[in-house]
């Protein structure tokens, strides 16, 4: 059975008898199955329940030395077995890959991993680059928007999109001086008010930034282990020593933080004196006596070499420019050449990573847990660094066992994760194939061929070409909807499988400003009927129907500008909950969001007539342009007109029949009318048309004139029927039917028909 093809939640519970090594082994293993996207299966480049890999070299990231020649034996995602090449015996069933040449190692954890870089964020791409680099489980260690990082890991949990485990962490924490788009501490209650509502939406970790005291640390270190959250911290105002004494669970950035060792400092305030990054002698007894503080109260310390060799050298791979989106490979240029303008008086000094390797060395070797992360930014790239890291690892002196064994198990014991970070019996099968001896040759960790999460094989390549040139696009720098990745100026479905499904008919869409609530028609049988579906703690709610009827029809749902009225048409009868022959325009309306909608409601004259009115769409001020059928005297069924009304004193006033540069004896009907009404989309049934209807968009220029309709070509039309457009609030994706499907496409394509 392949599970890319499994549509249900499968758990399986399974007894295992293998032969390894000479001894009979048996194990009780729980694995579960899930159903995976189309999308998610694209990048997919190995899948079978049984894998057995066979005659590889595994460094199995305990710290013990290296095996050679041995064989791993998966089995629905959970390692069943291990042992010598020439005894352990594979079954039947197995699929056996020959790694010969090839190293083994666990899927890296990493420590530091976050989605955003300063200057933007990595939603879409930094979860395929995580995943293609190795790094099959990330703690995000702090971040702007939990909620949309909570969506994002719980896609990646449902099979809808590829990307690592995501331990989410919740908004950062400050002291009163901190940054003001951080959670100030300016009372006891409100941080823990603040820290138990974020642990009831799922997050696990808390960052505490750099101007928070130790009497805020001490508060919010106490509400988070109340609440079974672990708190870390990028410290200044408080000490390693202090935050290790009042229970903090890890500290970040090791030597670079370390102000136990600074010069003028005050108790709780941030010292602006970095002297004893220059002048601190590792191997002191100061050191070692800070260190051997945090190994007694079990601190972890976590390691962000990649990031510092950035800062400190300024000097980006090849792969790095690749993924880059051009605004940041730009930034990196220039910043290159400020580097070389001011030569020694560089901000980061190259002795300061040094001394960074040399103190993490020391701490491990020490007993400390040290763990790692990549702290994403500047060009040290999602997945890349993490990479990175290992060879700095390796420059620093810690034997290639010990550099995996930080950066995996080491995570998991901090996690408390007893179920990753080693290849061995019982755990999941997150391992990561690299071509050729990693032993021999550190920069091997860069050669990935497969990377398997969970017993699943994704292709490093695919993932890697699909986030070239948009690691921190305005396009990566929002959320993925649904899974999908945001597009360009190529179409592309919207919600394979989840919202656009196959053998039914979907089409005219609208969202909510937030994201957090998407209407959609659905045809069933010939009754139309309004579907939706909100986005409640992160997760997407499956689409349920706003209202039930085998008979009435309910299509077309637009929000108003305030969101407080959602208007939709209906055959629905005035006085009985029956049909009649022609369609209206209602609407339900809410109080607010938290609110019910009401029961509907006929929008009446001057509106409505005894003929169908389609679809209505609204500008800021609250105008309406809505579709009528042709009023004028013996016109053909097939004719509909564009018209407008105004919204004034709480009515919609006479409408207004828009001009013969929208307007045709044809069909005109379906409009978006821009917020800022300076250009609609609508569709067209017209003699010169690419098929059943088309989309055409009109511009209003500077003397308040719509410019002639032009098809909107083949970039959005077919030979087939589109219909139904509609334009994100913020202005970014146009959405649209086509071909019995809702699909979606970035506005810049809109540019293409400016004059």
């Given at each position: 059975?392949?599970?890319?093809?499994?549509?249900?939640?499968?758990?399986?519970?399974?007894?295992?008898?293998?032969?390894?090594?000479?001894?009979?082994?048996?194990?009780?293993?729980?694995?579960?199955?899930?159903?995976?996207?189309?999308?998610?299966?694209?990048?997919?480049?190995?899948?079978?329940?049984?894998?057995?890999?066979?005659?590889?070299?595994?460094?199995?990231?305990?710290?013990?030395?290296?095996?050679?020649?041995?064989?791993?034996?998966?089995?629905?995602?959970?390692?069943?077995?291990?042992?010598?090449?020439?005894?352990?015996?594979?079954?039947?069933?197995?699929?056996?890959?020959?790694?010969?040449?090839?190293?083994?190692?666990?899927?890296?954890?990493?420590?530091?991993?976050?989605?955003?870089?300063?200057?933007?964020?990595?939603?879409?791409?930094?979860?395929?680059?995580?995943?293609?680099?190795?790094?099959?489980?990330?703690?995000?260690?702090?971040?702007?928007?939990?909620?949309?990082?909570?969506?994002?890991?719980?896609?990646?949990d449902r099979g809808e999109q590829p990307g690592p485990e995501i331990i989410n962490s919740g908004p950062y924490f400050t002291g009163p001086e901190g940054k003001s788009n951080f959670i100030r501490f300016t009372n006891e209650?409100?941080?823990?008010?603040?820290?138990?509502?974020?642990?009831?939406?799922?997050?696990?970790?808390?960052?505490?930034y750099r101007n928070t005291r130790p009497q805020d640390l001490k508060v919010i270190v106490d509400e988070a282990h109340r609440n079974n959250l672990k708190v870390t911290g990028h410290l200044c105002a408080t000490t390693f020593t202090e935050a290790a004494e009042i229970g903090i669970d890890a500290i970040e950035h090791g030597f670079i933080h370390s102000y136990d060792h600074g010069t003028e400092r005050e108790v709780g305030v941030c010292s602006k004196n970095n002297d004893f990054r220059t002048n601190l002698d590792i191997d002191s007894d100061t050191v070692k006596d800070v260190q051997q503080n945090l190994i007694n109260n079990g601190v972890a310390l976590g390691s962000t070499l990649a990031i510092f060799e950035a800062q400190a050298n300024v000097m980006a791979d090849a792969r790095d420019l690749e993924v880059m989106a051009p605004i940041h490979k730009e930034a990196y240029h220039q910043r290159k050449l400020r580097k070389k303008e001011q030569g020694n008086d560089w901000y980061f000094k190259p002795e300061w990573l040094v001394k960074s390797m040399a103190y993490e060395l020391q701490f491990f070797r020490q007993g400390g847990l040290l763990v790692a992360g990549l702290d994403p930014g500047l060009h040290n790239m999602p997945g890349f660094g993490d990479q990175k890291n290992y060879e700095l690892f390796i420059e620093a002196g810690f034997k290639?066992?010990?550099?995996?064994q930080v950066m995996t198990s080491n995570g998991a014991k901090l996690l408390s994760r007893t179920d990753i970070?080693?290849?061995?019996?019982?755990?999941?099968?997150?391992?990561?194939?690299?071509?050729?001896?990693?032993e021999r040759n550190p920069k091997v960790i860069r050669?990935?061929?497969?990377?398997?999460?969970?017993?699943?094989?994704?292709?490093?390549?695919?993932?890697?070409?699909?986030?070239?040139?948009?690691?921190?696009?305005?396009?990566?720098?929002?959320?993925?909807?649904?899974?999908?990745?945001?597009?360009?100026?190529?179409?592309?479905?919207?919600?394979?499988?989840?919202?656009?499904?196959?053998?039914?008919?979907?089409?005219?869409?609208?969202?909510?400003?937030?994201?957090?609530?998407?209407?959609?028609?659905?045809?069933?049988?010939?009754?139309t009927e309004i579907h939706y579906t909100n986005l409640l703690e992160g997760v997407w709610s499956p689409p349920s129907k706003l209202f039930d009827s085998a008979s009435i029809s309910y299509n077309d749902s637009m929000l108003s500008p305030d969101e407080k009225r959602l208007y939709f048409i209906s055959n629905r009868s005035l006085n009985e909950d029956i049909t009649k022959d022609d369609m209206d325009i209602w609407y339900v309306e809410r109080e607010n969001k938290q609110s019910?909608?009401?029961?509907?409601?006929?929008?009446?004259?001057?509106?409505?007539?005894?003929?169908?009115?389609?679809?209505?769409?609204?500008?800021?001020d609250g105008t309406l342009y809505f579709a009528s059928q042709d009023k004028t005297l013996n016109a053909p069924n097939y004719a509909y007109d564009i018209y407008r009304s105004k919204y004034v004193n709480g009515k919609f006033v006479k409408p207004e029949l828009l001009?013969?540069?929208?307007?045709?004896?044809?069909?005109?009907?379906?409009?978006?009318?821009?917020?800022?009404?300076?250009?609609?989309?609508?569709?067209?049934?017209?003699?010169?048309?690419?098929?059943?209807?088309?989309?055409?968009?009109?511009?209003?220029?500077?003397?308040?004139?719509?410019?002639?309709?032009?098809?909107?070509?083949?970039?959005?039309?077919?030979?087939?029927?589109?219909?139904?457009?509609?334009v994100t609030k913020d202005g970014k994706y146009l959405f649209y039917t086509s071909n019995n499907d809702i699909y979606w496409v970035s506005t810049k394509i809109l540019d293409n028909y400016r004059e």
């Open positions: 059975m392949n599970r890319i093809t499994k549509t249900i939640i499968l758990t399986f519970t399974i007894l295992v008898s293998l032969q390894g090594c000479g001894q009979k082994q048996a194990t009780d293993i729980q694995s579960t199955r899930i159903a995976i996207s189309d999308y998610s299966q694209s990048f997919i480049s190995f899948d079978s329940p049984n894998i057995a890999l066979s005659n590889v070299k595994i460094i199995d990231g305990t710290g013990n030395p290296s095996k050679t020649s041995q064989t791993v034996l998966i089995e629905n995602g959970i390692i069943v077995g291990i042992g010598d090449a020439n005894d352990i015996q594979i079954a039947d069933d197995f699929f056996e890959l020959n790694l010969s040449g090839r190293t083994i190692i666990p899927g890296i954890i990493g420590m530091h991993n976050h989605m955003r870089i300063p200057e933007s964020a990595m939603l879409s791409t930094s979860p395929k680059l995580y995943l293609a680099s190795g790094v099959t489980t990330i703690q995000t260690c702090g971040t702007g928007n939990p909620f949309e990082e909570l969506a994002i890991a719980k896609s990646i209650k409100m941080v823990r008010d603040t820290i138990r509502y974020w642990a009831s939406k799922g997050v696990q970790w808390l960052k505490v290639p066992e010990e550099a995996l970070g080693t290849i061995e019996k019982g755990k999941l099968a997150n391992i990561v194939v690299l071509n050729g001896d990693l050669e990935v061929e497969i990377v398997f999460k969970n017993g699943i094989g994704f292709d490093p390549n695919k993932l890697i070409e699909s986030a070239k040139g948009n690691v921190g696009s305005e396009t990566d720098n929002t959320m993925v909807y649904f899974g999908q990745k945001t597009p360009s100026n190529e179409p592309e479905l919207f919600a394979p499988n989840i919202i656009s499904k196959p053998n039914r008919h979907e089409f005219g869409c609208t969202i909510s400003g937030d994201g957090n609530e998407f209407y959609f028609g659905v045809d069933n049988n010939g009754v019910n909608w009401s029961e509907p409601i006929n929008l009446g004259l001057p509106i409505n007539s005894p003929l169908n009115e389609y679809y209505a769409s609204f500008t800021n001009s013969e540069s929208i307007n045709t004896n044809r069909y005109e009907a379906d409009v978006f009318i821009a917020p800022d009404e300076s250009y609609m989309i609508f569709c067209s049934i017209r003699k010169i048309g690419k098929g059943q209807g088309d989309l055409y968009i009109s511009f209003k220029d500077k003397d308040g004139k719509w410019s002639d309709a032009v098809n909107m070509g083949n970039a959005i039309n077919t030979e087939k029927h589109e219909l139904c457009p509609f």
